[in-house]
């Protein structure tokens, strides 16, 4: 074999390693048996576990989801919850006159609220965090729950985000609420 054959190979075998590498990432964990969703920590036969309160929602509702599409006649939000610091609690985003939305770390979930200003809400063990917020009917917003948990204490925060973004963190979250 040449010698610009063999560069030639090697080059197209290290650029397909490379392009596939992206289709290795972490799978998405099953719903437990009773339809609940449980983030884990750790790998031990004791793993840490922060799970949904309630069943999260079927496959079918999470892939309609996922198109970040909103409803004709609601204000849609989609609350995005993945950063590395984030590891535990169950997290409550909620606003007057909606049913709150449970979620657990590296979840998304979905909120079709009245067209108009609403304060969301995060509650946690330690504290609140707010942020408001508005549109109209029709409009999607996207807002990050931010979180830190150390041995002291945690600490979270509500921020606006952006839906290229969204898709792109979401790919590997779990859908654990659709309220409205």
Known sequence: MSLD?????????????????????KPLRPANADGTYCYRI?????????CTPSPVPSAQVESQARA???SADRLTVYLVRKR?????????????GATPAQTVPETFARLRLTPGQHVLTA??????????ISGKAGEVLVVEVI????AWGSKYRLEPGTIDDARERTRN????????
């Open 5 to 25: 054959r063999r560069k030639l190979l090697t080059a197209a075998l290290g650029g397909t390693a490379l392009l596939t590498t992206g289709c290795m990432t």
């Open 123 to 132: 509650t946690w063990p330690e504290g609140t965090a707010g942020l408001e």
């Open 42 to 50: 750790g790998k031990s036969y004791r793993p840490k576990l922060t």
């Open 147 to 150: 979180g830190q948990v150390w």
């Open 173 to 180: 979250l779990r859908l654990v609420a659709d309220v409205g």
């Open 84 to 96: 590395w610091g984030d590891t535990e609690h169950v997290i409550s985003v909620s606003t007057p």
């Open 68 to 70: 970040f599409g909103g």
